[in-house]
């Protein structure tokens, strides 16, 4: 319970995945896109005023009319603009250098963003024509296009009618994402987690309200000040509520029903969460006293068990409630 | 269209930013944020407490955790409860909510933060992640490759070429010598091809940083700074989704929030730009017309310093500290979020004439 100054300690850093398979429904229009996709049929949709947008969308981004018209274009066009990629990032149509650029396919309006395969940015330019490289294996996606290739054909003016009927619709996607991060806590928490490594535990005083925040961030939420005083608490502390788990969570090795509780460490100013055992589910209470357990190579304490000690007076911890 | 003109004055009576580098590890978000906001105070004696409004800017995915900002917001001292809230886009946006906050009435003072760590992840990759899920973002077309293919455009066009681009990154660079805050003073060379056209100084560096503004209305921004940045007006505009929709050299929207701020009333001398990329300042300056009397960017703009999310932000607040130190008495000042300049926010500020 001593202050020690806060010294700066070696930054943690750990890899951090994010990843998610977001599932999306389509709408009328790009249902019919995705699945003429599968079938190596291009559709686009035509505005009011007879321009037709391809990739075709379901309001007129002039006008916000509702747009249902679907024509048919060609799987060949013109490159409008384009930009020489020399190192092709992760999930990138291709994996050698390639150009993106944006495509007016034969009949359509508007322009479409892909990949061009070509040898160099020497082969590429504005005003060229490319066709679709369609991919081996298609099913209902923007990458059913596996790229453009150049191809020297006249344009077609014309769009064909299409009443963007196909067998089988798609009518979903997977939007699959995933982002890689390397964390790194901060000080405060940096301090904190390394103090956890010698199974003890410290937090950090605001130097104008006192209250001892565990774990620490760094600021005081109430002062709106960095918190600057390290201070070791516990490792005893009180039971202030509780609550009995009864649902069984994934790959979580706990029996059920178990007692997930706040505990007010004996010295800080906020309760922590933790897992009380060593005692039935039915007899935790207000007031507790308990003890961290840490299991042998544990990074933090495994659960709280009772100290035997007479129960914590309900107004040494009322305010931490 | 006629510019409408707000009921309530309302000025910037503080800024401060951080120093922007490539990596803060041994920062947490709210370390980060909390000597800007310390400092913002100072500027102006205000306490936490004096403070009306509360709204601040930052993006998730920069961090790769949910409800990020609620971390940083222990910075801001936000209990007893305060009146506070929060937009998932460049600081920019949160002055302007907090401005409207101000022209109702309903607070006098507003204190608007914003932040981005970029360095733990790889914000080419996470900023595909704003991107049409249907029709983009499974190709993962990254930031550059995007503003690459504005600056082909521009090139088939005839607006600029890879000297004047070059000039844009060497002018920036060069002005950001007199920035203590930049990340990228000075002359560097232009580099490799990042994405064609685009050499790496033609990019903006990749780094963490956060800024903070106070502003005021009426006589309270009178009493908190001597010579207070007026908002005259200030305007949001949008393009159309598709990129394929669009004419990549040109900005209406930014024209369009330039009009309706009041921005072609009357010569601005300074105009802060946020053009992360040096083809992006082509088409803003064709955008709102702006000539070579015009001071652009002197700070260094974002060639210099593009902390994610603030960077919008700072641009408000560099133009209104130019005002403070009576550098200007009439500036522009222009923040994007989005690809290839997606949405626009045009401010004018100015400040009070010495007669």
């Given amino acids: 319970m001593t202050p020690t100054p806060a010294s700066p300690s070696e930054t943690l850093r750990a890899p951090l995945v994010v990843e998610f398979p977001f599932t999306r429904s389509l709408g009328p229009v790009q249902s019919a896109f995705l699945t003429g996709l599968r079938e190596r049929t291009v559709l686009g949709v035509r505005t009011e005023t007879g321009a037709v947008l391809v990739p075709p969308v379901e309001y007129d981004p ?260 | 269209m006629t510019p409408h003109r707000p009921d309530r004055e309302v000025a910037i009576v503080a800024f401060a930013q951080s120093d922007h580098r490539r990596r803060t590890d041994d920062l947490s978000e709210v370390e980060m944020v909390m000597p800007v906001l310390h400092d913002v105070l100072r500027q102006t004696g205000l306490r936490t407490s ?95 490759a995007l503003a690459a293919l504005q600056a082909q455009a521009l090139v088939d066009a005839g607006a600029t070429d890879e000297p004047a681009l070059a000039a844009i990154a060497a002018r920036s660079r060069e002005d950001a010598t007199a920035n203590p805050h930049a990340q990228l003073p000075g002359a560097r060379p232009q580099g490799e091809y990042v994405v064609q056209p685009l050499r790496t100084g033609d990019c903006p560096p990749i780094g963490d940083g956060a800024a903070a503004v106070i502003l005021a209305a009426g006589d309270r921004a009178r009493e908190l700074c001597a010579r207070p940045a007026w908002i005259r007006g200030m305007d949001h505009r949008i393009e159309a989704h598709s990129l394929g929709v669009r004419d990549l050299t040109d900005s209406p929207s930014t024209r369009l929030a330039a009009e309706r701020a009041g921005a072609f009333e009357a010569p601005v001398d300074t105009a802060e730009l946020h053009a992360p990329f040096t083809s992006q300042e082509v088409v803003l300056r064709r955008a709102l017309d702006l000539d070579e009397s015009v001071r652009v960017n002197p700070s260094g703009g974002a060639l210099a310093a593009n902390p994610v999310m603030a960077a919008g932000l700072i641009r408000l607040g560099e133009a209104a500290a130019r005002i403070h130190r009576g550098d200007s008495d009439r500036a522009l000042a222009h923040a994007t979020s989005g690809p290839c300049l997606q949405q626009n926010l045009v401010a004018v500020l100015e400040g009070d004439s010495d007669a």
């Fill in chain 1, 62 to 321: 002039a006008t916000a009319a509702e747009l249902r018209d679907l024509v048919e274009v060609g799987a060949t066009g013109t490159v409008t603009t384009w930009a020489w990629n020399p190192e092709p990032r992760p999930g990138q149509p291709l994996p050698t250098p390639f150009a993106w650029v944006l495509v007016r396919l034969d009949g359509a309006d508007t322009a479409l963003l892909h990949a061009l395969d070509a040898p160099g940015p020497e082969a590429v330019r504005t005003g060229m024509r490319v066709r679709i490289r369609w991919a081996a294996e298609r099913s209902g996606a923007i990458t059913d296009i596996a790229c453009f290739e150049p191809y020297d054909s006249d344009p077609v003016a014309e769009p064909g009618a299409h009443d963007g009927r196909f067998t089988d619709p798609v009518t979903g996607i997977v939007a699959a994402a995933r982002l890689d991060y390397t964390y790194s806590p901060g000080r405060a928490q940096t301090r904190y987690l390394h103090a956890l490594t010698e199974r003890r535990t410290v937090g950090e005083r605001c130097p104008s309200c006192t209250k001892v925040y565990v774990p620490p961030r760094g600021a005081c939420p109430t002062c709106g000040i960095a918190t600057t005083d390290q201070v070791e608490v516990g490792p005893r502390g009180t039971v202030t509520t509780y609550c009995i788990v009864n649902i069984k969570a994934k790959n979580l090795d706990i029996e059920v029903p178990y007692v997930y509780a706040h505990i007010a460490l004996d010295g800080a100013g906020l309760a922590l969460h933790g897992r009380i055992g060593g005692i039935p589910y039915d007899q935790v209470r207000m007031g507790l006293r308990v003890e961290p357990v840490w299991s042998e190579d544990g990074r933090y304490p495994d659960h709280y068990r009772p100290t035997g000690e007479p129960d914590a007076d309900y107004d040494t911890y009322k305010e931490l409630l």
């Fill in chain 2, 50 to 144: 004096d403070i009306g409004f509360t709204c601040s800017g930052s993006s998730d995915y920069l961090a790769g955790r949910a409800f990020s900002f609620t971390m940083a917001l222990d910075g801001v001292g936000a209990w007893p409860p305060i009146s506070e809230s929060h937009v998932e886009t460049d600081g920019a946006w949160a002055l302007y909510e907090a401005w409207v906050k101000l022209l109702t009435g309903e607070a006098d003072t507003a204190l608007v933060y914003s932040y981005g760590k970029s360095s733990p992840g790889s914000v080419r990759d996470v900023l595909t992640r704003q991107l049409d899920p249907y029709y983009l973002a499974p190709l993962w077309p990254d930031s550059v």
